[in-house]
């Protein structure tokens, strides 16, 4: 879950960004006048004029579907307080894709043995923390062994559970820990290669998330949908199903720099999802 910050920066002009890497969602969004809808400490969110949705940031926000990466000092010099207007400058910009891994080599019970290895020296929070207790963890643990539960026994033409649709805009924030779980087991799922389950609970989730959640938060569902996410939650994935624990220490150490715990989130999202492969 994240949540913006104030800023006093004036919304005054059109500045223009140069951009270092893109992820493929956010070069949607480049060339046209953005506005910025949210900023944070590390980045700002703008909507293009066609309707598309991209993330600005500086150094160490790390590789995403809708991260566009600058220069820290890039991304302070344009000041960019919500309604200000950007341009992405993507001309020298390389387009970054989510790292891949030999499904052949994916099995789900062995890729949990070594996330329990590596839980050993890296803590989970949020969501992938089996000790939270507060009201949304205890609703978002009924969505997510419901989701477990539909892979496990249903999955064979069947729909995601009612329960599973709990999760959708779960949590406070622009990006909700249970939108979060979502996207994270759709990205496992297609990365284990069950892409025919992510299709339907995309189906099952997509057409829900307008009324449900929030703009940001529905664009990174869509690109989940379609198997990517923050590179943290991929390396992850991929040191899971190599069996590598040190790689997964390394990868689990980068999930938890993201947001508040939108990485945890995620990957408790993923884990549900093996669970039920598994």
Do not use: K
């Not at 099952?204 to 690109?223: G, Q």
């Amino acid at each position: 879950m994240s949540s913006p910050i104030a800023t006093e920066f004036p919304a005054v002009g059109t500045a223009r960004v140069r951009i270092a890497t893109i992820g493929c969602y956010a070069q949607r969004a480049a060339g046209d006048d953005a506005e910025v809808i949210a900023r944070f400490e590390r980045s700002a969110y703008v909507r293009a004029a066609n309707g598309r949705l991209a993330c600005i940031g500086g150094d160490g926000l790390g590789w995403g579907p809708l991260n566009a990466l600058t220069t820290s000092a890039e991304f302070e010099h344009a000041r960019l307080a919500v309604g200000a207007r950007v341009c992405l400058d993507t001309g020298a910009a390389t387009l970054w894709r989510p790292r891949a891994f030999a499904v052949a080599a994916a099995d789900a019970g062995s890729a949990l043995a070594t996330l329990d290895a590596a839980l050993a020296t890296v803590p989970p929070r949020g969501l992938a923390d089996p000790l939270t207790s507060d009201s949304a963890g205890a609703r978002a643990r009924r969505g997510l062994s419901a989701l477990t539960d539909w892979i496990t026994v249903d999955a064979r033409g069947g729909e995601p559970h009612e329960d599973v649709l709990l999760l959708i805009g779960l949590g406070p924030g622009l990006t909700p820990a249970g939108d979060d779980a979502l996207g994270g087991a759709m990205i496992a799922l297609r990365g284990f290669g069950r892409g025919g389950l992510a299709e339907r609970l995309a189906a099952r989730v997509l057409p829900r998330v307008a009324e449900r959640t929030s703009a940001i938060s529905a664009a990174h569902l869509e690109a989940a949908a379609e198997g990517e996410g923050a590179a943290a939650l991929h390396d992850t994935l991929a040191a899971l199903a190599d069996g590598d624990t040190a790689a997964a220490i390394g990868a689990l150490r980068r999930l938890d720099r993201i947001g508040h715990s939108s990485g945890w989130d995620a990957l408790a999202g993923a884990v549900a999802a093996l669970r039920g492969l598994r």
